[in-house]
């Protein structure tokens, strides 16, 4: 798979903040024995047993940096470390698997990611009619 600048770039971005969560952590004094649930987010693969399209919108929501996001800004605001100590686990999984290339998935298929090198569909179709009209075999 080729990869571009912007997605070597997203990836670069993304090994920053796991280091960043990383470090947040140890600063805030974070359990070790809570780090375990960095695994957590990946139970979401069981929802492509009901198919891909459940599959992605689950994996999607486990691994969609919004949700830890806000489950960190309620912990800052209420003063519950549990809260951020989860959100920052959270995060750091999500980054890991972002700077491994793993990005949300789309519902075409599970290696059909906002990071991958496929085209998007109407680019795809783009090309195809482009190709016909021009009288080259696909």
Do not use: C
């Amino acid at each position: 798979m080729k990869r571009d600048l912007t997605t070597t770039v997203l990836r670069l971005e993304a090994g920053v903040v796991f280091a960043l969560t990383v470090v947040a952590y140890h600063l805030i004094s974070g359990p070790s024995w809570l780090w375990w649930l960095v695994l957590l987010p990946d139970l979401s693969f069981a929802a492509y047993l009901a198919g891909p399209r459940l599959g992605a919108a689950a994996y999607n929501f486990a691994h969609s940096s919004l949700a830890p996001m806000l489950l960190g800004l309620a912990g800052v605001l209420t003063h519950h470390q549990l809260l951020l100590d989860l959100a920052l686990i959270w995060a750091a999984h999500i980054a890991a698997d972002r700077a491994l290339g793993y990005g949300l998935k789309r519902s075409t298929g599970f290696g059909d990611t906002h990071l991958s090198a496929q085209l998007p569909v109407a680019q795809t179709n783009l090309r195809h009619a482009s190709q016909m009209l021009q009288g080259v075999k696909t």
